[in-house]
């Protein structure tokens, strides 16, 4: 089946220990996104790829990089996780641009010790 | 400053009634609204949407209500079952040229007592 993969789908880190969360879909779709959520809180867009053109959201913390080799996978990098980085990542993936149906992982959630 | 909101957190329904989820929004540039819902250990899926010149929008037991003069929407979902029992978010798209970004609200756990 079609799908968003995420791995792992647990990951502990230690403070300032850098990082990287993986994603990869098979649905061949031009858009990847990373989602941060926190407890209770709302899902909240950290950046997206439309191909391989890399859109940041004004508010994502610079400690937060992310890669795109090719369609299939996308790579989140924290780069010195702080003990408030702990979250749930999800990714997701949308066929085109603007299109408001967007596919998600089962997410990572990182643990940072 | 949430630009979507989903006040109850949790709401618990009989199975075969009515379960009504509601979502407030500020930002009246939304033009595009979504509900997923949500299992314990996977992520969010597309349940249904609504686009802000309709005022309903129906798909099976699930019904979504879109009040723009109130900046207010809500899933119905009847009959309810207990495979419904899942979270619920509400999401609204703002349509503005090379904006893609979807703005969630915090979710709504929703419990069908069998």
């Known amino acids: 089946d079609a799908m968003v993969i995420q791995n792992p789908r647990y990951q502990v880190t230690q403070f300032g220990k850098p990082v990287t969360l993986s994603c990869s879909q098979t649905?061949?779709?031009?858009?990847m996104y990373w989602y941060q959520q926190k407890s209770s809180q709302a899902p909240k867009l950290l950046f997206h790829?439309?191909?391989?053109?890399?859109?940041n959201e004004a508010d994502t913390p610079d400690n937060f990089q992310s890669r795109r080799p090719n369609t299939s996978f996308c790579f989140l990098d924290i780069r010195s996780p702080g003990l408030g980085d702990a979250a749930m990542y999800l990714c997701?993936?949308?066929?085109?641009?603007?299109?408001?149906?967007?596919?998600f992982g089962p997410g990572t959630r990182l643990t940072v010790l | 400053d949430q630009q979507v909101k989903q006040n109850s957190p949790s709401l618990s329904v009989q199975e075969g009634r009515i379960s009504i989820l509601n979502c407030d929004y500020t930002?009246?540039?939304?033009?595009?609204f979504l509900w997923y819902k949500k299992y314990p250990a996977e992520g969010p899926t597309f349940l249904i949407s609504i686009s802000s010149i309709k005022d309903k929008n129906e798909d099976g037991r699930f019904t979504v209500f879109l009040n723009k003069s109130a900046k207010h929407l809500s899933l119905h979902i009847v009959p309810s079952q207990p495979g419904d029992s899942a979270v619920y978010f509400c999401a609204a798209r703002r349509s503005l040229a090379g904006s893609y970004q979807l703005t969630f609200g915090k979710g709504t756990k929703l419990s069908v007592i069998p």
């Open positions: 997701a993936t949308s066929k085109l641009a603007g299109e408001d149906t967007q596919y």
């Open positions: 649905l061949n779709h031009n858009v």
């Open positions: 930002n009246s540039m939304f033009d595009y």
């Open positions: 790829y439309y191909d391989k053109d890399f859109n």
